[in-house]
């Protein structure tokens, strides 16, 4: 571990310990800010950062504060944007940004503001619960505030501006706290007042919006509940087990009964306009280290390690790369989901969705104790030990699927996102359309006259596709669903461990079997309709 001071890191927890009770930090040392330091993001990420960890030093209500606040996961991250919480009331009627002021000035502030509208307070969930916004004892546990310089090493403070390096293949094992720009929320401007992603504003009148309206968790649902026993289906659930006891004795398509509730190969339905095909888990698969290299190639990717060996261009070829953030500091992967849907129009329409997913929930990693005498403060990532299947906690809408006027199959594609700039092309598919409906007089709308394709053939056509690619993203491959696969392959769920044993995270879950076709080689998902409302 490298260090700016001989200051041992315990000495150091041991002062702030004593420091706390100390407040006799003269406010004027930093009223008078140099010009140029005053510009340079180094100096006051510092600045900010120093004042958060005195702030969290001499104030448990201010740490509360911030953890119940991380805990509402506004962006599905535990992040809490400073610019929406910087008036709020702590205690003592002073606001968040009165308790901070006391450490730093506000020429800082301001000029750190204008930096970073944006700025973030993140609190990470640590490999192996070490530290997490569930766990978070604001009794007793005082966060360290951790920032990246312009040089992207990642240096952390305390509330008496000790500073200390993390190298990238270290992982904290105590308290903390980190200070960046949001990667979700970016401040609104002309150009972006026409996106249809929901708004934020300040009490001061800014705004800012969502990067894609999936990470908005501002107004958030209640999530899918399972039931303790294995047999026992959620409400949401029970249609399609019924679905897969209708295919089973009556040769139908499990989709039949969910969107048309057409329960026999003779039947007719109409369609039900509020179910949606969503995707319920994602896992990568292949090489753990080898799909790690894959998808953290770019420096705003999260990564666990550091390496001076030099390997091929192609992060798919084995060996390791040269790595320089660390895996618990820069939040959660992006995954594009493209959904590719033909119409009877002879157009492809291209839905855009995105997940967000921390990599804790993807990697295991496989992680060794770094000693520094009597107190352990940190590990080392040494490599990914296993990839993990990440069970969406609300099941991610895709489309509607009426076979009326969209194809029989659709196709899905992901890739990591790691650039904003996009590029499209037009190509041209084939695709089959089902043509088994007709208009009912008596109910006023169209039915699906028996199951599967009925007795009338399927039409096939081409059709004309326009594909949108992030530049610089890994694109991940393509799987292809087709509307009579099945959807539950067992007639009960079954008990899923996670979490680490003997801690808070450890829980067993039942979740339903589903079809487990759907892979491309570099990922797998689970996908099946639900009713949204």
């Known amino acids: 571990m490298k260090r700016t001071t001989k200051v041992s890191l315990f000495l150091t927890i041991l002062l702030i310990t004593l420091s706390c009770n100390d407040n006799t930090f003269d406010t004027t040392l930093v009223s008078k800010t140099n010009t140029k330091l005053i510009e340079d993001e180094t100096f006051l990420k510092n600045r900010f950062s120093v004042a958060l960890a005195n ?223 969503c995707i319920y888990s994602f896992e990568l698969s292949g090489d753990p280290n080898n799909m790690y290299r894959l998808i953290a190639d770019q420096g705003d990717d999260p990564h666990y390690s550091e390496y001076e060996v030099k390997v091929p261009k192609d992060p798919r070829d084995s060996g390791r790369r040269d790595y320089a953030l660390s895996f618990w500091f820069e939040g959660n992967f992006e995954f594009i989901v493209k959904i590719y849907v033909s119409n009877t129009q002879l157009i492809s329409n291209e839905i855009i969705k995105a997940i967000s997913i921390s990599p804790n929930d993807l990697f295991e990693l496989n992680i060794e104790n770094i000693n520094t005498g009597r107190h352990q403060i940190k590990k080392r990532a040494i490599g990914i030990k296993n990839l993990k299947k990440y069970y969406l906690p609300n099941p991610l809408p895709l489309f509607d699927w009426n076979i009326e006027h969209y194809s029989s199959s659709i196709k ?76 539950v392959i067992k007639n009960e769920m079954d008990a899923v461990v996670s979490g680490v044993p003997g801690r808070a995270s450890y829980k067993t879950t039942y979740r339903p079997v589903l079809n487990p076709k759907y892979t491309s080689g570099y990922y797998k998902i689970e996908v099946l309709p639900l009713a949204l409302y």
């Not at 403070?157 to 990667?183: H, L, Q, R, W």
């Not at 190509?427 to 199951?451: D, H, P, Q, R, V």
């Open 412 to 487: 899905i594609s992901i890739e990591e996102k790691d650039n904003e700039v996009t590029e499209q092309k037009l190509i041209e598919t084939t695709s089959n359309f089902a043509s088994n409906f007709e208009f009912n007089i008596g109910l006023g709308e169209t039915i699906k006259k028996g199951a599967k394709f009925g007795a009338s053939a399927s039409t096939t056509q081409k059709v004309s596709t326009t594909i949108t690619t992030h530049l610089d993203s890994e694109q991940l491959g393509d799987v292809i669903i087709n509307f009579g696969d099945d959807i």
């Open 55 to 277: 702030v969290f030093c001499e104030s448990e209500a201010s740490r509360e504060f911030i953890k119940q606040e991380a805990l509402k996961q506004f962006d599905y991250e535990y992040d809490v944007l400073y610019m929406l919480i910087k008036d709020r009331v702590i205690e003592n009627n002073q606001t968040f940004e009165d308790l901070l002021l006391r450490f730093m000035s506000k020429d800082e502030l301001t000029s750190l503001l204008k930096k970073i509208p944006n700025l973030t307070i993140f609190i990470p969930a640590l490999p192996e619960d070490f530290f997490s916004p569930e766990t978070w004892n604001t009794q007793k546990e005082i966060p360290l505030v951790a920032y990246m310089n312009n040089n992207k090493q990642i240096l952390y403070t305390d509330n008496i501006g000790t500073i200390n390096t993390i190298e990238s293949d270290e992982i904290p094992a105590f308290p903390i706290a980190v200070v960046k720009p949001s990667e979700r929320v970016f401040l609104q401007t002309s150009s972006t007042r026409n996106s249809d992603s929901s708004i934020l504003t300040a009490q001061n009148g800014t705004n800012f919006i969502f990067t894609h309206k999936e990470f908005d968790n501002t107004n958030p649902t209640s999530k899918m509940q399972t039931k303790g026993v294995s047999t026992d289906y959620p409400e949401k659930l029970k249609k399609i087990y019924e679905a897969k006891d209708y295919a089973d004795k009556n040769g139908i398509w499990q989709r039949d009964y969910i969107y048309y509730n057409i329960s026999k190969k003779d039947g007719s339905g109409i369609f039900q306009k509020n179910i949606s095909e």
